[in-house]
């Protein structure tokens, strides 16, 4: 045998049945075939073993090909040779295959197995609605929700958030690798069936390391009203399961919910409403937590979202800052009275502070700002805390590498959360990391496909770095998603406006403008354009109404008729207008000395100038001292450098080789989004003269030409129909 290289021929079958396997283990889950084809690939294997070492034994491989055995001059036979070629090849496939076996060993570890989030981590699937009908899937959402907040509620208990969990409805996926996405080691499911006021549930706590069922519960009820009794009972089962010590079914009810049934399924068709945040959508969420609380006054959490709802309404455009705060005060003093400073209230509480920073000023921020701590020290897992401060510390503090920090650590425990991607995301583009912000921004397209802000701001990302054509095309994809928004179309006429296509700036603007004639936005867009088309007079009338009529900062519109104010003083030589309404709106900054703080930071730079023009030039250095310390601190904290109003400012100031340096940074940026506001300001023709800046210029426009011209070949710059 070992002279006809039986042994070999035996040994190199196996070694290639073995790397073909262990092949086919690594592809066919790719190539979605059957669990059973790898079986079916080693049971052909086998039985072709006795087949090849009996054609091994009776066959001997010559130059002239294959011959019997017995017809071979033993003289001339070339086994030894056949052999060693036999060992080779027995080798590089041995070798081949364990690279094969070290890649996928590598590919396992670069994802964490389920064990290592803990035995003590749990998500709530979204039960299964066995009925059919839209109300059962209500009210089974709506159960899995609840069971959600109760678990979380137990200390030692990490629980997967809601928006997370919920995407895995109607998924057919492996439990482990559910699992793994949720960042959890056991999953809670379940399912409902209704009929009228009888119920019957299904609920399973399963480990998702082993697959095994830890506990299993069925519950029917002809009477709704048990369907809190239900929940509790779920939720000890799964605290017993999980070895956990419950400090008292007291901690599970009092949670801010209700015992009432119908207040209960009002709350879930708010829940429903809320979630879809759109113009038609948060006034129907209004009314069903409103009819919530008629139902059960005591209705903690109701409270708490009909609050959230109206400051969503103020974030999206629904209601003016103003009427959304005072509609939300009332409901969020009755949630503290009801709750107590819990995290739950804290959190929301804090972002009402945050949207009061325009009318409330620097005790807004602090308060915001304590609260939200507050909060993370009761429950540092506190899904609304963490999601508030992040966007407290992106937004308000202007400390975006701590924000990035804690949408971070959020998105660990709710990885497909909408709001916290899109902080994120923010967070890394105010960073310069726009790639990174880009990415995010993908995954954000990823999990909430009809929500406009993956869109949106990818477009705001792309603009950021030069890439207007990109920033035009996402823009539009987010109208498209959201067609009832009328700000969106707003940022496609901001970057056709910064390439310098006005015309079809003006059309978006009207576009905007036809879905909602009063869009704040809109008309602080239509101030961009009388500046860059030079129609300051109309430009100055519309500035003057909407002063009149209380300009909020929203898009920008009040800054912006303030600016025309100091242009027309620059332009008439008198600026007696312009002072009037900044000690009306900003009298701190008007104060001696002046104080410069969170609410009028953004304004300070129109003032200094002013001072600089008016022959006041002590006051402008003393609130230009200020602003200095503000870009130093925005540069420590890594922030968004607002290189506009500091080029603005020194070139004003007459320190034109240092403004020339900031335009060079800006240059090397890419972020030309407002280079063109360059050519109108009035104060600036001393620094527009210097030969480095008409080279920089030139160099700008040529890059903003070529994006120009794509945007119309791409047909971009037209207005949906």
């Keep these: 045998m070992k002279r006809r290289n039986v042994v070999r021929v035996a040994v190199f079958y196996c070694v290639i049945a073995w790397a073909t396997v262990q092949v086919a283990d690594i592809v066919m889950p790719a190539l979605a075939l059957p669990d059973w084809t790898v079986t079916f690939v080693l049971v052909v294997f086998a039985l072709g073993f006795p087949v090849v070492v009996f054609l091994a034994w009776i066959y001997e491989l010559t130059p002239e090909g294959l011959k019997r055995e017995h017809e071979v001059d033993r003289a001339q036979s070339i086994t030894r040779v056949t052999g060693r070629k036999i060992d080779f090849l027995i080798i590089a496939v041995l070798c081949v295959a364990v690279v094969l076996l070290l890649v996928e060993n590598f590919r396992k570890d670069e994802t964490p197995d389920v064990a290592v989030y803990g035995e003590q981590t749990i998500a709530v699937l979204p039960f299964v609605n066995m009925g059919g009908s839209a109300e059962t899937t209500v009210f089974s959402d709506g159960l899995a929700e609840t069971l959600t907040h109760m678990l979380a509620q137990i200390d030692g208990?990490?629980?997967?958030a809601r928006t997370s969990a919920f995407h895995f409805r109607d998924q057919t996926g492996e439990v482990g690798e559910?699992?793994?996405?949720?960042?959890?080691?056991?999953?809670?499911?379940?399912?409902?069936?209704?009929?009228?006021?009888?119920?019957?549930?299904?609920?399973?706590?399963?480990?998702?390391?082993?697959?095994?069922?830890?506990?299993?519960?069925?519950?029917?009820?002809?009477?709704?009203?048990?369907?809190?009794?239900?929940?509790?009972?779920?939720?000890?089962?799964?605290?017993?399961?999980?070895?956990?010590?419950?400090?008292g079914t007291s901690k599970l009810l009092d949670d801010g919910g209700t015992d009432n049934i119908?207040?209960?399924?009002?709350?879930?068709?708010?829940?429903?409403?809320?979630?879809?945040?759109?113009?038609?959508?948060?006034?129907?969420?209004?009314?069903?937590?409103?009819?919530?609380?008629?139902?059960?006054?005591?209705?903690?959490?109701?409270?708490?979202?009909?609050?959230?709802?109206y400051l969503d309404m103020d974030r999206i455009g629904v209601l003016p800052v103003q009427e959304a705060l005072d509609k939300a005060k009332p409901y969020l003093a009755q949630a503290r009275k009801v709750l107590g400073d819990v995290p739950l209230f804290l959190a929301t509480d804090a972002r009402y502070q945050m949207q009061s920073i325009s009318r409330e000023g620097p005790r807004a921020s602090r308060a915001a700002e304590s609260a939200l701590l507050s909060a993370l020290e009761q429950d540092p897992d506190n899904i609304r805390a963490l999601t508030n401060f992040a966007a407290y510390l992106r937004h308000v503090a202007q400390r975006p590498a701590e924000a990035a920090q804690y949408a971070a650590r959020g998105l660990k425990l709710d990885p497909r959360s909408e709001r916290l991607l899109a902080v994120y995301g923010g967070s890394l583009a105010a960073l310069g990391r726009v790639d990174e912000a880009l990415e995010v921004f993908s995954r954000l397209r990823e999990f909430h496909p009809r929500a406009p802000g993956g869109y949106y701001f990818a477009g705001q990302a792309e603009w950021q770095v030069g890439n207007v054509a990109e920033a035009v095309r996402w823009s539009r994809e987010a109208v498209r998603v959201d067609p009832a928004d009328h700000e969106i179309p707003i940022q496609v006429a901001s970057a056709l406006i910064s390439v310098g296509d006005f015309e079809s700036a003006e059309r978006w603007i009207h576009f905007s403008l036809s879905i909602d004639p009063d869009s704040v936005s809109a008309h602080s867009a239509l101030l961009d354009l009388f500046a860059g088309t030079g129609r300051k007079d109309e430009g100055l009338t519309l500035a003057r109404r909407l002063l009149n009529e209380g300009a909020p900062e929203r898009g920008g519109a009040r800054w912006l008729s303030l600016w025309y104010l100091m242009d027309n003083g620059f332009r008439n030589g008198e600026f007696g207008e312009f002072y009037n309404w900044m000690a009306q709106l900003y009298p701190d900054l008007m104060s001696s000395p002046p104080v410069l703080n969170v609410r009028n930071e953004g304004y300070a730079s129109l003032l200094v100038r002013v001072f600089l023009a008016d022959g006041e030039v002590a006051k402008a250095e003393a609130l230009y001292s200020q602003l200095v310390l503000e870009f130093a601190e925005e540069a420590r904290q890594d922030a968004e450098a607002n290189l506009s109003d500091e080029i603005l400012l020194l070139a004003t100031r007459g320190d034109v080789e240092k403004a020339l340096q900031k335009l060079r940074v800006l240059e090397e940026s890419r972020d030309y989004r407002f280079f063109w506001t360059f050519e109108i300001e009035p104060d600036l023709e001393p620094f527009r003269s210097t030969d480095e800046y008409r080279a920089i210029a030139a160099r700008v426009h040529e890059q903003l030409e070529q994006q120009r011209k794509l945007i119309l070949e791409r047909g971009d710059n037209v207005v949906p129909r």
Excluded at 262 to 278: D, K, M, P, T, V
Excluded at 285 to 295: F, S, T, V
């Design 157 to 160: 208990l990490q629980v997967a």
């Design 178 to 247: 559910i699992a793994r996405q949720l960042n959890v080691r056991n999953l809670l499911e379940g399912s409902v069936q209704r009929w009228g006021d009888e119920i019957s549930v299904t609920a399973q706590l399963i480990d998702a390391e082993n697959g095994f069922h830890l506990w299993s519960g069925n519950y029917r009820r002809n009477n709704l009203d048990n369907i809190f009794a239900i929940q509790e009972d779920i939720a000890e089962q799964v605290v017993e399961k999980l070895h956990l010590t419950l400090l």
């Design 262 to 309: 119908a207040a209960y399924e009002e709350f879930l068709q708010g829940r429903l409403e809320q979630a879809i945040n759109s113009f038609e959508s948060l006034p129907r969420a209004e009314k069903r937590y409103l009819r919530a609380i008629a139902l059960d006054p005591d209705y903690g959490r109701a409270y708490v979202e009909l609050v959230e709802t």
